[in-house]
């Protein structure tokens, strides 16, 4: 069984903070995704990354995915009150039909 | 822009009533999922769907059912509702293209079972 764990949990911090949040796993996935849930709402994705040890950048959202593929990880610079919100990874299901495995996700709070 | 719908929002339902969620996806996807959120756990899978009347069970089938009589529909029917069935449900749908797994999910709906 695939699973992806997310830390930390939950995180509340003040604006223009810097924050890294991680999604890591002892299995292996071809492509990871990171999505965004705000209140009210259903996940949005922001970034998809696919080969191991690639940055892609998104404004001040830098995301990585590990060498090995196993891992990848979601930093803000300068956190802004239009960051908060539910910060999920995802990868792609070996036993395919497009499935995605879910982390278990990070609740962002950035307070003015 | 896609948009996926889901019937409700907000539902409360007793013990033993069954519940039927509805959701329907405006861009032609072959895929569609049925999710449920609960905190600290992430999204899960309950059922999916990669063409009509073709379904699939996810990671958490047992109480659920789900129908697919038209590509743009997927319903998620609770037989038989219990109070460990409270939670978020979200549905998805992917085009199924090679190479494509984002996922387009509606609002999600908060079902309670008093």
């Known amino acids: 069984t695939q699973l992806l764990e997310q830390s930390p949990q939950f995180l509340s911090i003040q604006e223009g903070e810097n924050l890294t949040v991680y999604c890591n796993s002892s299995s292996v996935f071809s492509s990871l995704q990171w999505y965004r849930q705000e209140p009210g709402e259903g996940p949005v994705l922001l970034v998809t990354?696919?080969?191991?040890?690639e940055v892609k950048k998104l404004k001040r959202l830098t995301f990585q995915f590990g060498d090995a593929r196993k891992d990848s990880s979601l930093h803000i610079t300068a956190a802004q009150p239009g960051d908060t919100g539910l910060y999920l990874c995802?990868?792609?299901?070996?036993?395919?039909?497009?499935?995605?495995?879910f982390g278990t996700g990070t609740r962002l709070l950035v307070s003015p | 822009d896609v948009k996926v719908t889901q019937s409700s929002r907000y539902l409360v339902k007793r013990t033993g009533e069954k519940v039927f969620l509805e959701c329907v996806q405006d861009m032609d996807h072959e895929n569609m999922f049925w999710y449920r959120q609960d905190p600290g756990l992430g999204l899960r899978l309950i059922y999916f769907s990669y063409d009509v009347k073709m379904k699939e069970k996810g990671d958490i089938p047992e109480g659920y059912s789900v129908s697919r009589e038209k590509k743009e529909r997927f319903s998620l029917i609770l037989e038989s509702a219990s109070t460990n069935q409270t939670s978020m449900y979200l549905c998805a749908s992917s085009s199924g293209g090679t190479g494509s797994y984002e996922q387009y999910f509606g609002p999600g709906t908060r079902l309670t079972v008093t």
């Open positions: 995802a990868g792609e299901s070996n036993t395919g039909f497009q499935k995605l495995v």
């Open positions: 990354v696919v080969t191991g040890g």
